[in-house]
């Protein structure tokens, strides 16, 4: 096996030249150590799903969401300000290096969740830390969200028969321009904080530990928008974005819709985890602004000053659907009416939405490239996102959106303890 030199950090200890089987030094040391406290604490634009109460989990105490639980950060934690995801090959030589690997990002994320002072490694070593965020490092409710994608159960590592029941590669839906380069991967690395510096500083320590054991496939950037003025933030159409979800407060709504199936439907391992689809979609946003207003609230089917559906007054107010049958005032054709007609026989169709607004400049023709990260979290990707996008096949808005990348991904259960690593109940 070639031995590629890399840097690494063993837990929060220092920094030091290993060779690819060494991710983790001494790995029993670090998942003892390294937490430094860290147990403290579709191509739908805007898929509506059944109204509920708004996102509430608990805020995080200092900056801090808790890394230790059933579940892993990042799923039901509410949406911070800044975001990346990275879609990484694995590269790992056998399973046992990529036990290794899962182990080592489970160390980086629990350390850089939970913050403290990088070691000193004297001032003939590399530092031990970029610096990217100061001397001291500031949790800034960064959390870390790995899952893993369908190409990771081949032939390399023995995983076939533990691949989860419902995974597979994202397929080409109608009105898609995927470009396979920005599709798909092994890993998926969410990664999300309330500033973009603690993004990247956390990108970069993550991806030096575990270099030679993955590389990145393809990366982009997200942010939220602040409330204007108030609600729900807005996408850059201009519609406020993810008014309504599940309500993550219902243990049981829960269960049904977002983490993995217990009825054995589903290898034991899974239990605690829960599908994970990214759609990469560009907005044509010259052509839109370009639209009349009226156009645009028919088409999404709410106003876009308050947010309300085109039969209420507020934001949160329930679509009338039952008095409004021939769509007078809000279009049969419409994004939310066609996303979500809550009818019985589509409620088990409803899913976790967490959207980020990106910004990738101009294009080669010289026109703006930006439009939305749609991320979700569903027990079921059949079930529920591949039915709602069946469902938005040919809407009007297909004229000024063109999804591109993203894939589909198994988020994994939490790390329990301090003993235990993300992957650990699918490798063992």
Same mark, same amino acid.
């Given at each position: 096996m070639t031995q590629n030199r890399n840097a690494s950090t063993d837990g929060n200890g220092p920094t030091r030249m290993v060779g690819r089987r060494g991710f983790l030094?001494?790995?029993?040391?670090?998942?003892?150590?390294?937490?430094?406290?860290?147990?403290?604490?579709?191509?739908?634009?805007?898929?509506?799903?059944?109204?509920?109460?708004?996102?509430?989990?608990?805020?995080?105490?200092?900056?801090?969401?808790?890394?230790?639980?059933?579940?892993?950060?990042?799923?039901?934690?509410p949406p911070q300000a800044a975001a990346a995801f990275l879609a990484l090959d694995v590269t790992a030589a056998d399973r046992a290096e990529l036990s290794e690997l899962f182990q080592a990002i489970t160390s980086r994320a629990r350390f850089l969740a939970a913050g403290g002072a990088p070691p000193s490694v004297g001032i003939t070593a590399p530092p031990s830390d970029s610096g990217v965020v100061g001397p001291d490092i500031s949790p800034d409710g960064l959390t870390v969200t790995l899952s893993v994608g369908a190409s990771l159960f081949d032939d390399r590592y023995g995983l076939a028969d533990r691949k989860p029941a419902r995974l597979m590669t994202m397929p080409d839906f109608p009105n898609d321009a995927l470009r396979r380069d920005m599709c798909d991967g092994d890993l998926l690395l969410q990664l999300r904080a309330d500033h973009a510096d603690t993004v990247i500083h956390a990108m970069r320590d993550i991806t030096r530990a575990t270099r030679g054991g993955m590389a990145v496939?393809?990366?982009?950037?997200?942010?939220?928008?602040?409330?204007?003025?108030t609600g729900t933030p807005r996408n850059l159409m201009g519609f406020k974005d993810g008014t309504a979800n599940p309500n993550i407060n219902d243990p049981a709504e829960m269960a049904r819709l977002v983490w993995a199936a217990t009825d054995g439907s589903e290898p034991a391992w899974t239990a605690g985890g829960s599908y994970h689809v990214v759609r990469l979609i560009r907005m044509l946003v010259e052509f839109w602004?370009?639209?009349?207003?009226r156009e645009q609230e028919n088409m999404i089917g709410r106003s876009r000053g308050v947010g309300a559906p085109l039969t209420g007054v507020n934001e949160t107010d329930t679509p009338d659907y039952l008095n409004d049958p021939n769509g007078d005032a809000i279009p049969t054709g419409?994004?939310?009416?066609?996303?979500?007609?809550?009818?019985?026989?589509?409620?088990?169709?409803?899913?976790?939405?967490?959207?980020?607004?990106?910004? /990738?400049? *101009? $294009?080669?023709?010289?026109?703006?490239?930006? &439009?939305?990260? =749609?991320?979700?979290?569903?027990?079921?990707?059949?079930?529920?996102?591949?039915?709602?996008?069946?469902?938005?096949?040919?809407? /009007?808005? *297909? $004229?000024?959106?063109?999804?591109?990348?993203? &894939?589909?991904? =198994?988020?994994?259960?939490?790390?329990?303890?301090?003993?235990?690593?993300?992957?650990?109940?699918?490798?063992?």
């Open positions: 030094g001494a790995v029993g040391a670090s998942l003892g150590t390294a937490a430094l406290g860290a147990g403290i604490g579709a191509a739908a634009v805007h898929a509506d799903a059944a109204p509920s109460a708004a996102d509430s989990s608990a805020a995080p105490t200092g900056g801090r969401f808790a890394f230790y639980g059933e579940h892993q950060q990042g799923v039901l934690t496939r393809w990366r982009t950037d997200g942010f939220i928008s602040p409330p204007r003025p602004d370009r639209v009349s207003l419409a994004h939310i009416r066609l996303a979500n007609p809550r009818t019985p026989a589509t409620d088990s169709s409803r899913l976790l939405r967490r959207g980020y607004n990106y910004n /990738a400049g *101009t $294009d080669t023709n010289g026109q703006l490239d930006m &439009g939305l990260i =749609f991320t979700t979290f569903n027990q079921d990707i059949k079930r529920q996102f591949a039915a709602v996008q069946q469902r938005l096949v040919d809407e /009007a808005l *297909t $004229d000024y959106i063109s999804p591109f990348g993203g &894939g589909y991904y =198994f988020a994994l259960p939490g790390a329990r303890d301090s003993n235990d690593w993300l992957g650990r109940t699918l490798m063992n």
